[in-house]
């Protein structure tokens, strides 16, 4: 990956997360309306995975070399998660309800101890973080359903960066190993 192609996800990285504050500034608006049982619950998922992805991107930054341009792209994707768990959390605090804390450690889904497990530690991680974000999507709320379809993409599209392929449903289980092209 060229420097010009990290600094373009690094500048998309930006303008995502200003974007994501917006939403979430809306999103916020809107739950003071009362959100339903489902809606907090599915924010509730939304941020568990959010927790785990800042976790777990930081075993993958600690195993790529600090000056590759995978490096500074763990750390655009962990800068990424941290801000929508914060956006998660304001949203289920905003709701009446209280955001569930972060466990300690995590079991990480596979050993890392290369370059080429951290990349796939990263993949995992943004699957299971798109596969949060559908219940968000399955949602009545306009606004709920825009921050998941949001989250959703920007998940998509960072798998795909770090897999060099797509899957043709992101978000959904057993889609891992298959890639769009057809793999």
Not at 5 to 10: E, Q, W, Y
Not at 41 to 64: D, F, I, N
Not at 84 to 102: E, H, K
């Amino acid at each position: 990956m060229s420097r010009a192609v990290a600094g373009r996800r690094a500048r998309a990285a930006r303008r995502q997360a200003r974007a994501a504050r917006r939403q979430a500034r809306a999103a916020r608006r809107q739950a003071r309306a009362a959100l339903s049982p489902q809606a907090v619950t599915a924010l509730q998922a939304a941020l568990a995975a959010e927790q785990a992805a800042s976790y777990g991107y930081g075993v993958v930054g600690a195993h790529l070399n600090a000056s590759s341009v995978q490096s500074r792209s763990a750390d655009a994707d962990w800068v990424a998660h941290q801000q929508a768990r914060d956006s998660l959390t304001a949203m289920i605090t905003t709701a009446g309800a209280a955001p569930v804390p972060a466990p300690v450690a995590y079991q990480l889904p596979v050993h890392v101890q290369t370059p080429a497990e951290a990349r796939s530690l990263a993949v995992i991680l943004e699957e299971k973080v798109a596969q949060a974000y559908l219940g968000l999507v399955a949602l009545p709320e306009h606004s709920l359903r825009a921050i998941g379809t949001r989250e959703l993409t920007a998940s998509a599209l960072r798998a795909a960066a770090w897999r060099h392929s797509t899957v043709a449903f992101p978000g959904l289980p057993g889609q891992g190993g298959k890639s769009a092209a057809g793999s």
